[in-house]
């Protein structure tokens, strides 16, 4: 079984470590994981089924799963996917880009949309 909590924390923390080392292309890849994760759980939590797609269409999965059943579910996907430093533009296939396709403003633009959600769902805070 999925442990999208865990997952979501081990991808942050080794996006950390990566951004650290200036490898901001595979750091921002993490990230992405980490919030897909982090969504995927976010459904479950609501009795939605996680929806087994990537970012960007994790998206719409989760705006279709999440409609009424709680209050901000758009606010959510509003604070991921605007602004240059959005998860929008954020792709499972980036990982086959070349070097330099993700720069430092844009990793930690992703940091800390990312972090802001799990944050909101207590993830920051376990081990």
């Known amino acids: 079984m999925a442990d999208y909590v865990q997952a979501a924390i081990r991808h942050w923390r080794d996006s950390s470590d990566l951004g650290e080392l200036s490898r901001f292309d595979n750091a921002s890849h993490l990230l992405g994981f980490a919030l897909e994760c982090a969504l995927k759980e976010k459904m479950q ?18 705006r279709a799963r999440m409609k009424g059943r709680q209050v901000g579910f758009s606010m959510d996907i509003n604070l991921l996917a605007s602004g240059p430093d959005s998860f929008f533009d954020w792709n499972v296939s980036d990982r086959y880009e070349a070097d330099g396709h993700v720069t430092e403003v844009v990793w930690k633009g992703r940091k800390r949309r990312a972090g802001q959600f799990l944050a909101s769902l207590g993830m920051m805070r376990k081990k």
């Not at 939605?48 to 989760?62: C, D, G, M, R, T």
């Open 45 to 62: 939590l609501a009795g939605a089924k996680a929806a087994k797609v990537h970012i960007p269409e994790l998206f719409s999965a989760y």
